[in-house]
């Protein structure tokens, strides 16, 4: 008998609420287990206490960019997920820290499909729940 699966948890980073809430609605109606945060600051701290499997990050944001919450994020969960997002072409400047840190991510302009996120989550639960199978196999 197969182990039940707990929902993917992803963390919505986006000063924009409009923009955060919407995709955490659109999200979460998929089945995902979702929490929205407004700054790069509290990305961080949720991310410590939610231990979130994707974190989806946009990269400007006040107090903390994006990419500075992502390596922090990374360096806490090195196994989580990170998707940093940017409608800004001044922000991809920002990216240069990136390689610079060694952070794995993935990165989608805005405007993004919410369609695009969410098949992005499912192929990484998809990933999640082959590897336990072969962890238990």
């Known amino acids: 008998m197969a182990a039940t699966q707990r929902p993917l948890r992803v963390l919505i980073a986006d000063d924009e609420k409009i923009i955060a809430d919407t995709l955490a609605i659109i999200i979460r109606n998929s089945g995902f287990s979702v929490t929205t945060v407004y700054s790069g600051n509290s990305a961080v701290e949720t991310a ?10 946009d990269i400007r944001m ?3 960019n ?5 390596n922090r994020i990374s360096q806490i969960l090195p196994t989580a997920k990170i ?4 409608g800004h072409t001044v ?3 920002n990216l240069e820290n990136v390689d610079a840190g060694g952070l794995k991510f993935v990165f989608l302009a805005k405007p993004v499909s919410p369609a695009l996120f969410l098949d992005f989550l499912r192929s ?3 990933h999640l729940s082959i590897a336990t199978e072969l962890q238990f196999a």
């Open 48 to 57: 410590e206490k939610l231990r979130p499997d994707v974190v989806i990050c």
């Open 62 to 64: 006040p107090d903390m």
């Open 66 to 70: 994006g990419v500075d919450a992502a």
């Open 83 to 86: 998707v940093l997002c940017s």
């Open 91 to 93: 922000a991809l400047g």
């Open 124 to 126: 990484y639960e998809e």
